[in-house]
């Protein structure tokens, strides 16, 4: 799976600052959900939990970290918000569709995402006056600790002229294992940015489409595993505070790495429905390993129409195949030409 | 009202009349976590013990014996059909799909000696595998339709009285029922039947079809059995990374070990 999206939207983020008038300071809007102008109650399900089930999209034009220029303006206007959105997705539209590519060329290969659909601006987003996902003054990741970039420096330093050697040396996602969006703490895929919220007596299942990954959250107010026993998305535990789910996320391994994150890393993410058609998905998180201090996002996730279909990753897996092989294959050639 | 309740107990259900909790929506509750506790997974036909694929694995990874979950015993395959099950079970250590880690479609999702959860609510049922990660939503009262084939198919529940009946369309030709090669093509339309027969026990019916290999319909049976263990959770069971050298092996820079 190549990065093409991570790259526009830094591009994006230049154009943004290019852009952007220095404007007014906005009056910040609270961040939590109680203050909503209307007392809003949610449905609740069978068990008289609120309804959290359906399928929703968390995908955003807003970028996880606040252009540098911004810099404490945690909010745009309506107006602002909608120029950033429209630029987002015309961007979006000329990195990937729509445009003449030279035949032999890498951008040639690639196939066009807008003819499955994939392409950014086919997707729904969610409407989102914040400058950034990080909520907060700086809207920024904390700079890494000192052992945490030595961590990040080694593990880079290690793969480095060996990133096509065999499996292990493909990232995570590459590999069918674990895609960077899923977490905890989710975040915005680069398309498909879906999952699904199931909810039965005691438990919060969450699915996201890719990798068809589910947690079946309990909420009896058990312990976390034992300590020795690490996962990939860790183990989540949920309670009721209100009416909101608190998701409490503990157990990560150190290959986890949510940008860098060592096996300490602890995700709370809380869920509030704060209409019929949005639930409001916030999450902090800290890493004593990682982080001088911890950092909290939010995300609106919206309903969408339809069902989830199967992302069957394993199955399909033809990208690792043909990166293996095929740097074989250019191994092969360049011992031919350098006898 | 006793009188009119035992009439309208199903036939393979005559030695039950059992009635399960309700969830508070009224229908039998089959949320929890459960396993199938037989030897399915290796053969669905009645087997003795036998020696496994692997050698050198010795005893460990030996075929355990098992009485068969086939109503009748055998699987009524058309001729063609029977020949590509000897073959597939003589290269299976390599053609199994669970070799690979893929998707293992349904029934055979059931019964993998691995839990599963149901998480039930009105509109839809959640079934979740440890294994592989596997997920089907089940619609309830509902025509949706697939837009494609997929490894855990597409499926549409109902009750009939205590029972969930799913109804499992447009499952791709590419999963077994079991490690003994026995197949299928993407004609397969599975209907699944899950009836609370204890507290902790669901009975398990598959009634399979598929005309392009079985010259008539077929059904397993088998009883489910609820993990009753203190705080049982699925685990984390994301098993691609296991089947790596399998299927990358041979695209290595190096023999496996060195970096």
Known sequence: MTHRIPVAASILATLIAAVMPAAAQTQPVAAKPAATSKTWAPPKTAEGVPDLQGVWTNGTDTPLERPQNLGAKEFFTEEEAAQRDKAAKEAAARAVGGRDTEPGTVADVHYDLTQFGLARFQSKTNANRRTSLIVGPEGRVPTLLPDAQKRQAARLAANREHQFDGPENRPLGERCILWPHEGPPMMPAGYNSNLQIQQGPGYVAVMQEMIHDVRVIPTDGRPHLAQNVRQLMGDSRGHWEGDTLVVDTTNFTDRTAFRGSSEKLHVVERFTRTDDNTILYQFTVEDPSTWDKPWSAEIPMSRIDGQIYEYACQEANYGMRNNLSGARVTEKEAAGKSK | ?259
């Not at chain 2, 029972?163 to 699944?192: C, I, K, P, Q, Y």
């Not at chain 2, 190096?254 to 970096?259: D, I, L, M, N, Y």
């Open chain 2, 1 to 259: 009202m006793i009188a009119i309740a035992a009439v309208m107990v199903p036939a393979t259900m005559q030695a039950q009349a059992y009635r399960a909790p309700r969830t508070a929506d009224g229908k039998p509750n089959l949320n929890g976590i459960w396993e199938a506790m037989n030897t399915a997974n290796w053969d669905l036909r009645p087997h003795a013990a036998a020696q496994g694929p692997v050698l050198s694995l010795g005893a460990q990874f030996s075929i355990p014996p098992g009485i068969g979950v086939i109503e009748g015993d055998e699987i009524p395959y058309l001729p063609a059909a029977a020949a590509k099950q000897k073959e597939n079970f003589a290269k299976r250590a390599t053609l199994d799909p669970e070799v690979k880690c893929y998707l293992p479609g349904v029934p055979r999702a059931t019964y993998m000696p691995y839990p599963f959860q149901i998480v039930q609510s009105a509109k839809t049922i959640m079934l979740v595998y440890e294994y592989a990660g596997g997920v089907r939503t089940v619609y309830m009262d509902s025509n949706s339709k697939a837009p494609a084939d997929s490894w855990m198919g597409w499926s549409n529940g109902h009750w009939e009285g205590e029972t969930l009946v799913v109804d499992v369309t447009s499952l791709n030709e590419d999963t077994w029922f079991d490690r003994a090669g026995n197949h299928h093509s993407d004609a397969l339309h599975v209907v699944e039947r899950y009836t609370p027969r204890s507290a902790d026990t669901l009975n398990y019916e598959a009634t399979i079809e598929d005309s392009k290999t079985f010259s008539r319909p077929w059904k397993i049976s088998m009883p489910l059995y609820r993990h009753v263990e203190k705080n049982a959770q699925l685990l984390e069971y994301k098993c691609p990374e296991f089947a790596e050298e399998v299927l990358y092996g041979p695209l290595r820079k190096k023999p496996a070990g060195s970096r």
